[in-house]
């Protein structure tokens, strides 16, 4: 009875066959087996379908599917199968550096079993089975795609398949608090959330330097400074040395300035009242004023504001807190639209949340620093505040 083969090509001998020649075919059946524990090869897969060869009884790189290791190389201009035979039962380490920007599949030879494919521009290294577990349509299994792992160490991050940096990751001495990710039934969103020892653990995405946080294409509104702008329609001259509210047109049908004039001699005073948002951290804010001058002088002009809040159910008739003055130069022509720089910190008296609070608008005529010869017709306040809640909820 003459020898039989694995589907590997292994040569099974009878007994009292092959005298003479036994220990050599014994010796390449054991160089095919070394080949199945760790032989490589190379294989260029030019065409579709490429199917890797047996060869029976032969320790060599043309025994194709003997070898553990396999790599498909060569130019490919379309998508392009390679298979195996239908009875074959090992597993494989392939890696697909291929040029050319088609899929490769790797599948039995016929069947409609499972098969693993390399896309387009996958260029990476796949540990495989083949289960010959049917004798028509068995099955292959890309070991990667079912594999778990139990908290793996990454020492410097994770690559695409192209071998790009996909994500980084960093070792902190000592670390406690780390993120965790659940994935969710249907209706609900997976979850990304901090976790750790910490009582309370912050979630910081910090774009790179001038990035911005998106969902999707819009940007993603997270709590810092702020902004409200105050005309000068919205205040009103106080009743006791009260700025006056003007109208300045400049010419017909073209913007009108509605202002507030503040003498150049005289302390004068504008008040105005916002309900800050809640989310609003009820710490310092400060503020650019917007004016324009009433004649051509550029001397400078000192605009002060204060504030104070007050608390449900108590007393409007407090005391503001400490004035805080901005400087700004005339602009040299009228009807001009002047921005000062922003000022220091403004600190509100008795700033809480849900509370109303007044501000008052003062030019510090008297003072020194103050030159401008003109009235300075006030045209608004631009208010910065900082936030610490994402929303006003």
């Known amino acids: 009875m003459p020898s039989t083969y694995t589907p590997l090509g292994v040569e099974l001998m009878v007994t009292g066959e092959n005298a003479g020649t036994w220990g050599t075919k014994t010796n390449t059946g054991l160089n095919i087996l070394e080949q199945i524990a760790g032989g490589y090869v190379s294989i260029a897969i030019t065409s579709t379908p490429t199917t ?29 199968i390679v298979t195996i035979p239908l009875d074959v039962q090992t597993f494989y380490i392939i890696k697909n550096t291929s040029s050319g920007a088609y899929t490769v599949q790797f599948k039995y030879v016929t069947g409609s079993g499972s098969s693993v494919t390399w896309g387009a521009d996958d260029k990476s ?85 001038s990035g911005v946080l998106k969902s999707g294409t819009a940007a993603v509104k997270i709590a810092g400074l702020e902004t409200i702008f105050v005309p000068a329609q919205a205040m009103f ?18 913007p009108e300035m509605k202002v507030l004039d503040f003498d150049p001699s005289t302390i004068e005073y504008a008040q ?91 030019r510090n005529a008297s003072a020194g620093g103050d030159t401008f010869t003109g009235d300075v017709r006030l045209l608004g306040i631009k208010l910065f505040y900082t936030t610490d809640a994402a929303n006003d909820a």
């Open 52 to 80: 890797l060869a047996v060869s029976d009884g032969a320790a060599t790189d043309a025994n194709q599917v003997a070898h553990r290791v396999i790599e498909f190389t060569g130019s490919i201009g379309e998508a392009t």
């Open 125 to 209: 290294t796949k540990i495989i089975y083949a289960t010959a577990n049917d004798g028509t349509n068995p099955d292959l299994v890309d070991v990667g795609s079912g594999l778990s792992l139990t908290s793996p160490a990454l020492v410097t991050g994770v690559n695409d398949v192209k071998g790009n940096e996909l994500f980084k990751a960093t070792a902190t001495a000592s670390a406690i608090n780390e993120f965790t990710i659940a994935n969710a039934a249907a209706g609900n969103g997976p979850i990304f959330s901090t976790t750790g020892g910490d009582a309370a653990v912050d979630l910081n995405l910090n774009p790179k330097g």
């Open 237 to 254: 001259g106080t009743t006791t040395n009260g700025a006056d509210a003007q109208a300045v047109e400049t010419t017909a049908t073209r």
């Open 272 to 362: 105005f009242s916002v309900a800050m948002p809640k989310s609003w951290d009820e710490g310092v804010i400060t503020f650019q004023a917007f004016w324009a001058p009433s004649n051509t002088d550029t001397g400078n002009a000192l605009i002060g504001l204060q504030g104070v809040s007050v608390a449900n159910d108590a007393t409007s008739d407090v005391t503001f807190d400490a004035a805080i003055d901005v400087t700004d130069a005339g602009g040299g022509a009228l009807e001009d639209v002047l921005v000062s720089s922003v000022s220091a910190n403004v600190t509100v008296k008795a700033a809480a949340a849900d509370t109303y609070t007044y501000f008052q608008v003062a």
